[in-house]
């Protein structure tokens, strides 16, 4: 079993629709959280952490739920510019980042 | 340039041969990760420096796989040999510290896509 499993995808959704993107992760010592964004050929960017009263950025919202080892990812409003692989990403404290597989967006006019 | 920086960004390499790769990180990075993306997956870790020490490898796939970062800066992966199976892009990411309290953002260059023919 994968430490990160995502929903596989590919999500495609029109414009101004919300989509949600779930994850869950392994190992309970995990400490941090982040949701990253990867375009097209392109390398991975940060998109937001995750905090466990979770967080909002803009049209963008995740949360964090420890006990059940599950983080989501939701956006409210989709833009064209949304289309992107979506990684859900779990680290502990000094390791490094262990990624999921991606869910990709597609997002249509 | 500000960012992480990798080269070459493009690399043929015909079965066997032997290949290095490159990453530049940001300056004062102290932390560097290789990771390795195969086409539809997500990045697998490969290996973790801080300064120039090595503190995790577990993930090189072979032994035909080695990293150094000599001086603590510059980082150079190196595929001994090379197989169809190494063909991914090669991922090089820095963070300015990465420890038991406080892990900063890790900064990605953009890759070496690695072609074994």
């Known amino acids: 079993r994968k430490e990160v499993e995502q929903d596989p995808g590919p999500f495609n959704v029109p414009e101004g629709a919300t989509v949600a993107f779930n994850c869950t992760y392994s190992n309970s010592a995990s400490q941090s959280f982040f949701w990253y964004r990867q375009d097209c050929r392109k390398e991975p960017k940060l998109l937001m952490s995750v905090y466990s009263s979770g967080n909002e950025d803009g049209r963008f919202t995740a949360q964090l739920n420890r006990a059940s080892q599950y983080i989501s990812l939701l956006i409210r409003d989709s833009k064209l510019s949304d289309s992107a692989t979506y990684l859900c990403?779990?680290?502990?404290?000094?390791?490094?980042?262990?990624f999921g597989k991606g869910t990709t967006l597609s997002v249509s006019s | 340039g500000a960012g992480v920086s990798q080269s070459p960004r493009y690399k043929v390499a015909k079965r066997g041969q032997d290949v290095a790769l490159r990453c530049d990180p940001i300056s004062g990075h102290v932390s560097l990760f290789w990771y390795q993306q195969a086409l539809g997956q997500g990045p697998e870790f490969l290996t973790y420096?801080?300064?120039?020490?090595?503190?995790?490898k577990s993930g090189l796939p072979s032994d035909r796989f080695f990293a150094e970062r000599p001086e603590g800066s510059v980082s150079t992966l190196k595929i001994q040999r090379t197989q169809q199976e190494d063909s991914a892009v090669y991922l090089c990411?820095?963070?300015?510290?990465?420890?038991?309290?406080?892990?900063?953002?890790?900064?990605f260059g953009q890759g070496t896509r690695l072609t074994v023919v």
């Open positions: 420096f801080q300064n120039e020490a090595q503190l995790d």
């Open positions: 990411a820095s963070s300015l510290t990465w420890g038991d309290l406080l892990n900063t953002e890790a900064f």
């Open positions: 990403v779990v680290n502990q404290a000094g390791t490094a980042l262990i």
